[in-house]
Every structure is written in C-alpha cells, then in structure tokens.
C-alpha cells in the first residue's frame, strides 16, 4: 500500500481494512470503491473513483473525476450532483468466506478466476492484468 501511495502520489489519509471493518459498516463490495463521508460520517458519495476505467475499456485520461467532483461539492457543502456510480472492479471477498485452511488454486480458486475474472482479466483488455493461469 506504501509503494502505492507512493507512486500516485497520494496525499490524503488512507486505511488498510485487514478486518474488513470499514468495508461492512460502508457496504463496500468491490476493489476502487471509494467512499466521501461528511463532517457527521454520512455518506454522501460511494462509487468509482473516475469514468478512466470501465468494463470493457481503458481511457487515456478521465472525462470525469467523480471522487474528485463529489469532495469538493461536500466541502462547499452542496449538494452532491452524482452520489453514486457503478464500481467495475473485483469483488472484495469477505474474511470469513476465506477461514477455510483445506482451499486449494485448482480446486477452489482456478473456477472462481475463471469463471468472475478471466473474461476481463486477460491480455489486450481495459484489466491492469492478466488471471488466465496459476503464476498470473
């Protein structure tokens, strides 16, 4: 997560959630989910952090900056145009969905890959990488 920070230059606080706390007090439910809570901890924005990435594409740049966007009408405290947008990215898999010490790649992983990441997460697609074989 430091090399992370590092490397997009991240300026703002972040947490790593190894208990899954925040993500089930917030419903998050998918990798770049990204929540804005006001001064009181109401949410006023979950979703994408940008519209740069999609299902099936990969922008240059963004054409819209909706976590950008939500923070500054929450600070000006307006109210916020778009408070919600689809997330596309893997699905978080809660902690106790992974208590089972006999899961196995083939037996158990392989099939989920397969079946929730390869149709995206293979080469020449908008996916960062590829999750078509073990060492991937």
């Known amino acids: 997560m430091r090399k992370h920070r590092e490397e997009y230059k991240i300026s703002f606080p972040t947490l790593l959630d190894h208990q899954q706390t925040s993500t089930e007090l917030l419903h998050v439910n998918r990798?770049?989910?990204v929540v804005v809570l006001?001064?009181?901890r109401v949410v006023r924005?979950?979703?994408r952090?940008?519209?740069q990435i999609g299902l099936d594409y990969r922008k240059e740049s963004a054409t819209r900056e909706d976590l950008q966007e939500a923070i500054s009408e929450c600070l000006q405290n307006k109210k916020i145009s778009?408070?919600?947008t689809e997330v596309v990215g893997c699905l978080i898999t809660p902690n106790n969905k992974l208590a089972d010490n006999s899961i196995t790649y083939h037996k158990d992983i392989a099939p989920i890959l397969l079946a929730k990441c390869a149709e995206c997460h293979h080469p020449k697609t908008a996916a960062p990488f590829s999750l078509l074989n073990y060492e991937e």
């Open 31 to 33: 990798i770049g989910e």
């Open 38 to 40: 006001d001064a009181r």
């Open 45 to 47: 924005y979950q979703g």
């Open 49 to 51: 952090i940008s519209d």
């Open 82 to 84: 778009i408070p919600s």
